[in-house]
C-alpha cells in the first residue's frame, strides 16, 4: 500500500540553511513512555538582594573589587575569563598532527539588574531597552579593538545550562579569531548573497511570515520563530526584519522593538511548564575589523534543554554525539505550543488570582 509522507508522523532530516548541518526529526518517538532522568526543580524563591552574591550591588567580587551601587545594568570584566587580553603571541605544530595557536581576547559580564530575583521576562520592556542600549555601547567599543575579530553577546541562564550564578546576567566574549560556528554561518551566507544579491536570512524570513506555521510573534522590527531545522524542543530564533549585520546599527525604535520581542518570548517559555525556563542564548552578527560582511544579517538564538515538563530535558547523547542531532516532537508542534502561551507572565497571573 503507497503512503504518503507526513512531515509531522514520518522521520526525516531537515536542513540547517545556516550551517549546511542536518537535523534527524522523529516526531512517531513522541509516543514512547518516558522513564529516563527526570531533573529536580530548583525553587525560584530569591530575594531581592543576596549579601553573599558577588553580583548584587555594593558586594565584593572574587578579584576584591566592590560592584558600585547601581540601579540599572552593571558592566565589569569577568574575574575568571577564558580568555586573556595578555596571553603571548605563539603556536606549535608537530607534523600538522599536534596544532595549537595563542588565542587572546576579552570576557565581560553584564548584570541586567541590580535585583538578584529579576530574569528577562519579569522586567519591564524599558528595563530590557537599558540592557539593549548596554549590549550595543559595549560591542561599539569592543569593536574600536582593532585585534578583535568578533564579539559574542550571550546568556546562560538556569543551573541546568551551567550558569554558575542565579543573579541574572549575561556575557561578551571578543576574541582575535572567527569562531567556529560564526564561519560556518558565514560562509552559507556569503554563498547565498552571491548567487542571489540577498540576505539568506531575509529570504527566509519572508517565507516563514508567509507560511505562518512557525512564527510565535512578530512586530515592525522583529520576527520570533522556530526555525525549520531546530534542534532543540523549543529552540527559537529572533530575525531583524531590516537587513543588517550588527547590533551597532539598530536605531531606537529596532532596540526597543527587540526588548519587546526578549520580553514576550521568555515570559511565554516560563509559562510552558511555569517555571524559569533555562536556556542559553546568543545573538550572531558580523565579525569585526577582517572588512566588511554584506551577507551577514543579525539573529539571536535560544537553546533551551527543557522537553516535557519543567523536570525533563533533553540530552544530547549517543546518535547526537556520533552522527547528527535528533529531536522527537516538530518544529511546528513547539511553535503552536509557544504561540499558544500567554504574554502576562504566570507569577503575576497567580497574584492577581
Known amino acids: 500500500m503507497n503512503q504518503t509522507f507526513e512531515l509531522d508522523s514520518n522521520p526525516h532530516t531537515r536542513l540547517n540553511i545556516l550551517t549546511g548541518e542536518w537535523v534527524l526529526v522523529s516526531p512517531h518517538r513522541t509516543k514512547r513512555p518516558w522513564q529516563g532522568k527526570v531533573e529536580d526543580v530548583t525553587p525560584d524563591n530569591r530575594p531581592e538582594y543576596d549579601p553573599k552574591c558577588y553580583l548584587c550591588p555594593g558586594n565584593g567580587r572574587a578579584d576584591g573589587d566592590t560592584n558600585p551601587e547601581y540601579t540599572e545594568s552593571f558592566v565589569f570584566n569577568n574575574d575568571f575569563a577564558a580568555l586573556l587580553e595578555d596571553t603571548p603571541a605563539g603556536s606549535m605544530n608537530e607534523d600538522d598532527l599536534l596544532v595549537a595557536n595563542n588565542q587572546k581576547g576579552l570576557c565581560k559580564v553584564i548584570s541586567f539588574s541590580p535585583k ?8 519591564t520592556v524599558e528595563a530590557i531597552t537599558a540592557v539593549v542600549n548596554v549590549w550595543q555601547k559595549e560591542f561599539n567599543s569592543l569593536a574600536e ?4 575579530k568578533y564579539i ?6 538556569g543551573e541546568i545550562m551551567g550558569c554558575s550564578n542565579p543573579h541574572p546576567h549575561g556575557q561578551i566574549w571578543s576574541q582575535g579569531d572567527i569562531p567556529l560556528e560564526i564561519a560556518k554561518e558565514t560562509e552559507r551566507q556569503k554563498t547565498y548573497y552571491a548567487i542571489h544579491r540577498r540576505s539568506l536570512l531575509a529570504d527566509y524570513l519572508k517565507l516563514e511570515l508567509k507560511k505562518n506555521e512557525r512564527i510565535i510573534f512578530e512586530n515592525d522590527h522583529f520576527a520570533v520563530l522556530v526555525p525549520f531545522w531546530a534542534v532543540w524542543p523549543y529552540e527559537t530564533m529572533i530575525i531583524s526584519k531590516r537587513h543588517v549585520n550588527s547590533i551597532k546599527l539598530f536605531n531606537e525604535a529596532e532596540k526597543k522593538s527587540l526588548a519587546e520581542a526578549i520580553k514576550i518570548l521568555t515570559t511565554k517559555y516560563d509559562n510552558l511548564f511555569e517555571t524559569s525556563f533555562p536556556y542559553s542564548a546568543g545573538m550572531h552578527q558580523a565579525p569585526v575589523n577582517n572588512g566588511y560582511y554584506p551577507e551577514w544579517h543579525w539573529h539571536m538564538h535560544f537553546y533551551p534543554p527543557l522537553l516535557r515538563s519543567a523536570t525533563v530535558k533533553k540530552f544530547m547523547v549517543g546518535y ?5 542531532p535528533q529531536r522527537d516532537i516538530t518544529p511546528e508542534f513547539a ?19
Do not use: C, G
Open 320 to 324: 547526537e554525539m556520533l552522527a547528527n
Open 145 to 148: 579593538i582593532e585585534w578583535i
Open 335 to 353: 511553535a503552536t505550543r509557544l504561540k499558544e502561551m500567554s504574554v502576562q507572565h504566570y507569577k503575576t497571573s497567580k497574584a492577581e488570582d
Open 116 to 123: 538578584h530575583n529579576l530574569t528577562l521576562p519579569e522586567m
Open 152 to 157: 559574542q553577546i550571550f546568556e546562560n541562564k
